[in-house]
């Protein structure tokens, strides 16, 4: 229906899902670069403009903030924004550079078209962000390029499983079936049961194997066998206290970490003069996962809004899920607040299993992971609650790298 027949009997092309009109043409490269007459002229207005507003600066005693370049950041050449670079100092020193660029074609055989250039004295010139955004739409977006080429070449009949993210178990893993019977994770397989942990099945609904270096989780009981997972294996913990407090010397703040709706939230309080009175060009940029930061004048006042933050909290007790990696990139105070457990009599009596150390190991090791239904969690031979590996039930809903578009 969708593809044209040749003359040879064959067809040109698969163009299911492709939802533009016949004939549509994809962006031409040329419309996303500006020709050099026109780089001269725009240049000559944006270091005209900052000129002005740089002498404006001077008179009101004051520097010039981002804000104030923001419309002529990435235009000009060389580019505005090379008078903020990191190595702006060094490269003042390097004279005559255009010089000895010239001079290179005497060293060098290949053809340089844009030798009188330089990506770190004039800048990026060219920015292809729009021209990768358009491409991506006038070729159906990521679901309709997948549609029409991956799906067609592996024969996915849907998005689940398309991509895996290695989160699994070592092969000798002894867990339980529905019934209570141990048996090793490499004698699972597909339409097999686990034990849920609230005691009902969890049914196995696709299986897969390959090799990685993966981590030896201890416990602080000895008798307790560890568990060897891959790092990005989701964990299943609890909090043992409502929240903690950690003090960072070197960035002058105060953290809180607070355990709420089965998740690990942090907040800042900082006491950074240079941050506090600075503008927003000189505040570092902190992980996603925190919340808010606040700043304060001294260190005493940050730390009694952060002990009144962490008092006011309530004990929520919810099962926190966390990758391997994530759990180690807590603070050890944090993770001495959190453990794993095991779930005795359908989840009636729970026992705290708290974690001693993890250790990454060095030669690779064959891995085997499921993907179950339910609630995702099922039992460990020694009733230890452990999760459903890492498959993406949807990949509609995630987001994809730029090695993966």
């Known amino acids: 229906r969708y593809s044209k027949q040749t003359d040879a009997g064959g067809i040109t092309h698969f163009r299911s899902g492709m939802s533009h009109e016949e004939g549509q043409l994809i962006p031409n490269l040329l419309r996303y670069i500006q020709p050099w007459e026109a780089e001269f002229t725009d240049s000559q207005r944006v270091w005209a ?21 923001e419309e002529s950041w990435d235009r000009g050449v060389p580019r505005i924004n090379t008078l903020f670079a990191r190595d702006r100092h060094t490269l003042a020193y390097d004279k005559g550079w255009r010089i000895r660029i010239d001079f290179k074609k005497y060293q060098y055989a290949r053809s340089d078209p844009f030798w009188w250039t330089h990506q770190r004295h004039d800048g990026k010139l060219w920015n292809l962000n729009n021209y990768r955004t358009d491409m991506i739409q006038a070729l159906g977006g990521v679901e309709g390029i997948l549609e029409h080429t991956l799906f067609r070449g592996t024969y996915f009949p849907t998005w689940e499983g398309l991509f895996w993210e290695k989160a699994c178990f070592a092969e000798d893993t002894i867990l339980l079936t529905s019934t209570g019977i141990p048996k090793y994770a490499i004698d699972f397989r597909q339409n097999d049961q686990f034990l849920g942990d609230d005691g009902s099945p969890r ?3 696709h299986i897969v194997y390959g090799f990685d270096y993966l981590y030896t989780i201890l416990f602080q009981i000895h008798e307790k066998d560890p568990l060897v997972v891959t790092g990005n294996h989701i964990l299943c913990l609890l909090p043992v206290q409502k929240g903690t407090l950690t003090l960072n010397k070197t960035r002058k703040e105060y953290s809180v970490y607070v355990f709420v709706n089965g998740s690990v939230s942090k907040r800042i309080f900082s006491y950074d003069i240079l941050r506090t009175n600075g503008s927003s060009m000189n505040k570092t940029n902190h992980s996603k996962n925190v919340d808010k930061v606040l700043y304060f004048a001294d260190r005493k006042s940050a730390r009694i809004a952060a002990n009144a933050i962490l008092c006011r909290m309530e004990m929520n007790i919810q099962v926190i899920e966390i990758t391997v990696e994530e759990y180690l990139s807590l603070p050890v105070g944090v993770r001495d607040c959190l453990c794993m457990y095991q779930n005795v009599s359908g989840g009636t009596c729970i ?13 690779l090791q064959r891995y085997i992971g499921f993907l179950v239904d339910g609630n995702q969690r099922f039992l460990r031979s020694d009733l230890l609650v452990v999760h459903n590996s890492g498959f993406e039930e949807s990949m509609k809903f995630k987001k994809l790298t730029n090695a993966q578009r």
């Open 49 to 69: 403009e900052y000129a002005m507003k740089r002498q404006e600066a001077m008179v009101q005693n004051r520097r010039l903030t981002l804000e104030d370049l």
């Open 203 to 205: 049914n196995i609904l």
């Open 351 to 363: 026992t705290p299993c708290f974690i001693k150390s993890v250790t990454r190991n060095t030669q």
